[in-house]
């Protein structure tokens, strides 16, 4: 079948593609690549990707394009299922015939419910889901498909054995030479990364069992499994080779640093390959492998450091200590790595003192740059399972995740700690991280090395302000 791989358009600067982590409107306008779509889109001969919310597309004008084909795969998430139902509703009505799919954590873990909501979507995926995509394109009839919840024709819902998990990674295509193919580079910024960049992934799954954290717990399971280092390599050749205008590669595993020979045989091959790069990383990793990643290329790091309080990283089994994380901060900081430093707000444990004492953290160990985000309770996680349990959701457990412009709200509430002074602490984080005189002289600094990065900054300060000024409101 013709297929289309679609994020479909939400609400203005939802950045859906970064499912398993920010899935609201950012603080500055920034769009991660749909690589859970591009992933199975490369085993699909003739298919396309569109990204409508990083092409700034209308609703009319993704219609338009959709309806040419006979198959649409549509990447969800809690907080935009809303909207992509009806557009999966629009659609049908533009094309009856139309086969309307879904793929995400949140079909993933409420199948039947999902494909209840809407008479829409015929089929959702469970699972990892590219092969299942595949399958379904190929027209295989759906009751032989492994991971494939779907409606029958007398209209029941149907759930299909699972569809194991993928061990060998490198039977996955490269996803770099579909973004060439479908996506438009220079739609992809992020504040922190050097622009244009491209993400990839490396392997699936994480070992750590944080609480809060969605992919892991629905998708990618507990289990890092990874490509081999020249498969990767292979990749990161032809990303260098085949699109020069890129400027940096990020590599989006939940923790890429967890098997420190792998990375540091990564790291001494992408030395070889000339090529910038940054990842995301666990705040134990040791000097030595530090060393050799940057002496390697490595120039900046995405840490989840959560909350400045041991008692609140035990809670949510982050595996990690306040202490280890401010000598890896310290290392860092000694071998000219740049952080970019990510901490969230309500999580279970949390009082206004832990707050204090997390924003007074953030300034110590002082990241490069941060994001605040609130805790946020998807289906699926344990955080989800607490705050069901002890009645912490608001209207008798409806999820709220982000307002109704797209603006994440504070899903989880305390009878020492409301949800509403737990939101607006998230613009006193800011302020006091971002406006002291030593941060603001180093974003200045930072700010004088190009005209390019001068421009860039004055547009996302612009963007941040209005953040701040509506958050407040």
């Known amino acids: 079948m013709k297929t289309l791989f679609l994020q479909a358009p939400s609400y203005d600067g939802f950045d859906g593609g970064a499912g398993s982590r ?125 991971g494939l919840s779907y409606r029958a024709p007398d209209g029941s819902i149907e759930h299909n054995e699972a569809r194991p998990i993928l061990e060998n990674m490198d039977e996955l295509p490269f996803v770099a030479p579909i973004y060439q193919r479908d996506l438009k580079i220079d739609n992809y910024f992020i504040g922190y990364l050097k622009h244009p960049y491209v993400s990839i992934y490396t392997g699936r799954g994480c070992r750590s069992k944080c609480t809060f954290c969605l992919w892991p717990q629905t998708v990618g399971g507990h289990r890092y499994r990874t490509r081999s280092t020249e498969n990767v390599l292979e990749e990161v050749k032809w990303i260098r080779d085949n699109m020069p205008e890129v400027k940096e590669i990020m590599f989006d595993d939940d923790t890429f640093t967890d098997f420190k020979p792998r990375v540091e045989e990564i790291a001494r091959g992408l030395g070889k390959l000339g090529v910038t790069w940054s990842c995301n990383a666990k705040a134990n990793v040791p000097y030595a492998t ?139 984080f800011y302020k006091r991280f971002y406006f002291r005189p030593s941060k603001i002289w180093e974003i200045l600094r930072e700010m004088l090395t190009s005209w390019d990065m001068m421009k860039r900054r004055l547009r996302e300060g612009v963007e941040f302000f209005r953040f701040l000024r509506a958050h407040e409101a």
């Open 22 to 146: 920010y899935q609201a409107k950012r603080e500055v306008r920034s769009f991660w690549y749909p690589t859970w779509l591009a992933q199975p889109a490369a085993l699909v001969p003739d298919s396309r990707v569109l990204d409508a919310p990083a092409d700034g597309l209308s609703v009319d004008a993704t219609l338009d394009i959709a309806q040419q084909y006979d198959l649409v795969v549509i990447h969800t998430s809690t907080p935009s299922f809303p909207t992509d139902a009806l557009f999966a509703e629009d659609l049908k009505k533009r094309k009856p015939t139309l086969l309307v799919g879904m793929v995400g954590a949140k079909v993933a873990v409420d199948p039947h419910n999902s494909l209840v909501a809407s008479e829409a979507i015929d089929f959702v995926c469970r699972e990892e889901f590219d092969f299942t995509c595949q399958e379904v394109a190929e027209g295989k009839p759906f009751a032989q498909i492994k």
């Open 290 to 428: 530090l060393k050799i990643m940057k002496e390697n290329g490595l120039r900046l790091l995405l840490v989840g450091y959560e909350s400045g309080d041991d008692q609140i990283l035990l809670n949510i089994k982050k595996g990690l200590r306040t202490d280890i994380a401010r000598r890896f901060s310290d290392d860092c900081r000694k071998l000219g790595i740049k952080i970019h430093g990510t901490f969230i707000l309500g999580l279970p444990g949390e009082t206004q003192d832990t707050i204090q004492k997390t924003i007074e953290y953030a300034k110590e160990i002082n990241p490069h740059t941060i994001q605040v985000s609130l805790a946020a309770p998807y289906p699926g996680t344990t955080l989800y399972n607490q705050a069901v349990e002890n009645g912490w959701l608001e209207e008798n457990k409806v999820i709220n995740l982000v307002s109704k412009s797209g603006v994440q709200l504070a899903a989880i509430g305390y009878p020492h700690l409301s949800r509403d002074e737990i939101y607006h602490q998230l613009e006193n």
